[in-house]
């Protein structure tokens, strides 16, 4: 199995605070996908990156791909609220099948 | 158009007994994925069907089956329930064609939550 490991676990902060989380893996990504997940509602997915280097931005949400394909980080820039949840990476395995990391919880307090 | 819609939402067992949890997956979508979510392990992948075929299967005991129909709607089973069997189980359809090496989205149903006493 090919795991992918997510920091920090939980994350509680301000509203207006920047953060970031990261998803590593120790063999190369195909692709990588980011999900969020809110209370009681199933994953939604936010992003797809694909090539090493990549960085898209999502409104305050920036995803970046690592050079090598084994690692990718999510910013937010001033958090809200709305931004609380569990943020989810998660790889191709076999087929269709995804590996997921198990996530960092989100907080975000007015 | 409408979502993943799973069915019950919630439901309680007690050891022993068996369970079906049923999954209409997007209208179009002909892969239907089923996760298991719990606290200490995450999300981990049960088993795909595409066109009525199981096409991958995970890492779960026996006890733990499903099936898909001809109109794509799928159920998964899990047979003499164990209190670790406690968990959300979550359906994911895709459309499920195209290069698997750069996974399609998936759209996640709200999930079944099961509790087993």
């Known amino acids: 199995t090919q795991l992918l490991e997510q920091s920090p676990q939980f994350l509680s902060i301000q509203e207006g605070e920047n953060l970031t989380v990261y998803c590593n893996s120790s063999?190369?990504?195909?692709?990588l996908q980011w999900y969020r997940q809110e209370p009681g509602e199933g994953p939604v997915l936010l992003v797809t990156?694909?090539?090493?280097?990549e960085v898209k931005k999502l409104k305050r949400l920036t995803f970046q791909f690592g050079d090598a394909r084994k690692d990718s980080s999510l910013h937010i820039t001033a958090a809200q609220p709305g931004d609380t949840g569990l943020y989810l990476c998660?790889?191709?395995?076999?087929?269709?099948?995804?590996?997921f990391g198990k996530g960092t919880s989100l907080l975000v307090t007015p | 158009k409408a979502g993943v819609t799973q069915t019950p939402r919630y439901l309680i067992k007690t050891r022993g007994q068996q369970v079906t949890l049923s999954c209409s997956p997007i209208?179009?979508?002909?892969?239907v994925s089923w996760y298991q979510q719990t606290p200490g392990q995450g999300l981990q992948f049960l088993f795909e069907?595409?066109?009525?075929?199981?096409?991958n299967k995970g890492n779960f005991p026996g006890r733990f089956s499903g099936r898909q129909f001809s109109n794509s709607r799928s159920e998964m089973n899990v047979s003499t329930l164990e209190l670790g069997d406690s968990a959300l189980y979550l359906c994911?359809?895709?459309?499920?064609?195209?290069?698997?090496?750069?996974?399609?989205?998936?759209?996640f149903g709200e999930g079944s939550r099961l509790t087993v006493l």
């Open positions: 994911a359809s895709s459309l499920g064609v195209g290069d698997v090496l750069y996974a399609g989205e998936l759209f």
């Open positions: 063999s190369v990504f195909s692709s």
């Open positions: 990156v694909v090539t090493g280097g």
């Open positions: 998660a790889r191709p395995n076999s087929g269709y099948a995804l590996n």
């Open positions: 209208s179009g979508h002909r892969s």
């Open positions: 069907y595409f066109s009525e075929t199981q096409r």
